[in-house]
């Protein structure tokens, strides 16, 4: 896994960053996503590394985008989580398009406000 410059739980708003390359921002939602589902089914990091087998480590690289996993460790998680790998990616991409929508949202209203 190759090493991020940033961790989401250090600063979760850090995905929402435009200067942060899209693929980045993309990794801390998919993050956030895993976080997410690990907690609503009531789970440990380590419950979950676990049923993945993979290591705990790993489960938080992979929640705090703090490296860059390989696909075959994040379908080992899906695997965990009891869904499809293709559900959480689809996931992600749905939460990244509705933040990157209110991002935009905020920009025009701070436009129009110093406008005004």
């Given at each position: 896994m190759e090493p991020l410059n940033l961790t989401a739980e250090s600063d979760p708003m850090k995905a929402h960053d435009p200067d942060l390359p899209e693929d980045e921002q993309f990794l801390i939602v998919l993050g956030q996503c895993v976080s997410r589902r690990r907690l609503a089914q009531g789970l440990t990091q380590d419950e979950l590394a676990t049923r993945s087998g993979l290591s705990r480590a790993e489960i938080q690289?992979?929640?705090?985008?703090?490296?860059?996993?390989?696909?075959a460790t994040v379908r080992r998680c899906c695997t965990g989580?009891?869904?499809?790998?293709?559900?959480?990616?689809?996931?992600?991409?749905?939460?990244?398009?509705?933040?990157?929508?209110?991002?935009?949202?905020?920009?025009?209203?701070?436009?129009?406000?110093?406008?005004?």
């Open positions: 690289f992979i929640e705090n985008a703090g490296r860059k996993p390989k696909v989580l009891g869904i499809s790998f293709m559900e959480l990616i689809a996931e992600a991409e749905r939460c990244l398009d509705e933040e990157q929508a209110k991002a935009n949202a905020c920009i025009v209203a701070l436009k129009v406000a110093a406008v005004v």
